[in-house]
């Protein structure tokens, strides 16, 4: 936290143990509130969004927009592409090497592109 220049108080330490213990992972502040709770930390929503938001900000998190108003956190930073589940609110990695973007228009004079998201919607087969 601290190379990131955010000071590590214990509520973005709780945060960020949940977070970062288990490796890549795509979570909603909705579910890592639950999560805190359910481990018996005890932080409101606004701070568990607010955390998201200074992670973000710091480079430690990525933001996944998949859809109107629900936003998800992604810990890997990288440059990659998702796959949405939408009647699960599941996002995941598409694996590296499997999306292949050409021909991207030439931007705006005196812009630059940043980064190209792909968020591939899926739904299950009815059966």
Do not use: C, W
């Amino acid at each position: 936290m601290r190379r990131s220049g955010l000071r590590p108080t214990r509520q973005r330490i709780a945060l960020a143990d949940l977070l970062f213990a288990d490796g890549d992972r795509h979570v909603s502040a909705e579910s890592l509130h639950e999560e805190a709770q359910a481990a018996g930390f005890s932080v409101s929503l606004a701070t568990v969004y607010n955390t998201l938001h200074q992670f973000t900000e710091a480079g430690m998190l990525r933001i996944v927009q998949v859809e109107g108003a629900r936003t998800h956190f992604d810990t890997n930073v990288s440059d990659h592409h998702h796959y949405f589940i939408e009647d699960e609110n599941l996002v995941f990695d598409i694996p590296s090497g499997r999306v292949e973007v050409k021909n991207l228009p030439e931007p705006p004079e005196g812009t630059e592109i940043a980064n190209v998201d792909i968020v591939v919607r899926l739904r299950r087969k009815a059966r």
